[in-house]
């Protein structure tokens, strides 16, 4: 059974940056590929980035690109998605997941497990 843990989310004015990170064990995490999602209210789960198992950025959401980074280290287990220059619109909770046969990187579908989720609140 593979578990991830979200960590990192908080507090922060427009313009500030966060660092969450996802602690995954349970199996080769080696093997996966890696997603971030967020989800506001009233609103369905996005994707906002993914990260093949070899380091190779797969891709970004447009409304991020630029501000966000995904980065990955096998040997500690663990996936970072830096944020900066944090706008309002960016308050989600944040999630990550994982997935070993990852086609279409911004469906949920494709993925088989997921984290708890983490809050990120950007005040204006």
């Known amino acids: 059974q593979v578990q991830l843990v979200e960590s990192g989310g908080g507090l922060v004015q427009a313009g500030g940056s966060l660092r969450l990170s996802c602690a995954v064990s349970?199996?080769?995490?080696?093997?996966?590929?890696m997603g971030w999602f967020r989800q506001a209210p009233g609103k369905e789960r996005e994707f906002v980035g993914a990260?093949?198992?070899?380091?190779?950025?797969?891709a970004y959401a447009n409304s991020v690109k630029g501000r966000f980074t995904i980065s990955r280290d096998n040997a500690k287990n663990t996936v970072s998605l830096q944020m900066n220059s944090l706008k309002p619109e960016d308050t989600a909770v944040y999630y990550c997941?994982?997935?070993?046969?990852?086609?279409?990187?911004?469906?949920?579908?494709?993925?088989?497990?997921w984290g708890q989720g983490t809050q990120v609140t950007v005040s204006s």
């Open positions: 990260i093949r198992w070899s380091g190779l950025i797969l």
């Open positions: 349970g199996r080769t995490f080696s093997s996966y590929s």
């Open positions: 997941a994982a997935g070993v046969s990852v086609a279409a990187i911004g469906s949920t579908d494709e993925y088989e497990y």
